[in-house]
């Protein structure tokens, strides 16, 4: 546990008699790409919002980044990014404007916004865009600022939740080439797809199935162990037996 900044313990969550996370146990360490997937309903959402510091479990143990779920979960949310594919920009505001926004909620001083929206600009390279409402762009870039601003305050973690829904293969891969490279400067990213293919990139992935986690290794184990030729052939073997459709 001293070197995971993401712990679980029989984490979880009900909502009645209904057993949305039902006592998963897992840990994260730092700097890995870790896959956390699963079909609609098996309660990956719920999951990720309680580690995200945004639901108090029902049970079970939980630290993200050093802090407690139940008791700190606003220093969690302190020292962790976010980003989804439903929303992660405003739309109205220009590049320039949302980075200075975000970066003033992640409590960057004025001094550090400067100098890392102009790194930020330089690095994507979008100094003619940098002054154009985010809504007249492509979402493939909509969605490489979105990461890049979820990582300016240097969290611990980052999550990002279907990050590359509807975005082309091309840029998909260039995504994953920026959220490599993360990696490579020690933030930890804690991702979901529904893209097979996408979990072959991560180090490790788990797979949830009505609420527990039904696998977990590197993607070529979880080949070795399910006899599968890739990941789609994993997902599917698992899922299949998935009673509940909605969580």
Known sequence: MADSVIYTNQL???????????????????????G???????????????????????????????????RQNEEIKKHIGYMSQKFSLYENLTVRENIQFFGGIYGLSRQELKNKTE??????????????????????WKQKISFSVAILHRPKIVFLDEPTGGVDPITRRQFWDMIYEAAHDGITVFVTTHYMDEAEYCDRVSIMVDGAIAALDTPAGLKHQFKAANMDEVFLQLARGAKRSDA
């Open 12 to 34: 979880t969550r009900k909502f009645g008699d209904f057993v949305a996370v039902n006592a998963i146990s897992f840990e994260v360490k730092r700097g890995e790409i870790f």
């Open 119 to 140: 790194v930020l600009i330089e690095r994507l390279g979008l100094h003619d865009e940098a002054d154009k409402l985010v809504g007249s762009l492509p979402l493939g």
């Open 36 to 70: 956390f997937l699963g079909a609609n309903g098996a309660g990956k959402t719920t999951a990720m919002r309680i580690l995200c510091g945004l639901l108090t479990p029902t049970s079970g143990e939980a630290r993200v980044a050093g802090f407690d779920v139940y």
